[in-house]
């Protein structure tokens, strides 16, 4: 798998949790890495986005002050700290590499997916 996520599980609101996307075998340093969440019936939506360089990130106003996004080159990792979660914030959260300047709207390779639910 070149995409592999980790870190999910059942918080109570207003908690936190650190999602991790490990890559392997995929050119990383090339690459975007959007986070993408997928509530319950819902579309796929872009959460957080960070360049390739790390110095550029992107998000939805729905997150902002509560989630951010870290990416480490040598380890090929990009993390997504979550806090003050929200019980709208449950859903898939899956990691995804994109072209570079797209702010993660073009996908080339999506990970499975990590389960987040926030209990109120």
């Known amino acids: 798998l070149p995409l592999v996520e980790s870190g999910g599980g059942l918080v109570q609101s207003g908690g936190s949790l650190r999602l991790s996307c490990a890559a392997f075998?995929?050119?990383?340093?090339?690459?975007?890495i959007g986070w993408f969440h997928q509530a319950p019936g819902k579309e796929r939506e872009v959460v957080f986005c960070i360049s390739v360089s790390g110095g550029s990130t992107y998000s939805v106003d729905s997150v902002k002050g509560r989630f951010t996004i870290s990416r480490d080159g040598a380890k090929k990792t990009v993390d997504l700290q979550m806090n003050s979660l929200k019980p709208e914030d449950t859903g898939r959260y899956y990691c995804a590499a994109a072209r570079p300047g797209s702010q993660c709207s073009s996908v080339e390779v999506w990970g499975q997916g990590t389960l987040v639910t926030v209990s109120s």
């Open positions: 075998g995929i050119a990383f340093d090339y690459y975007a």
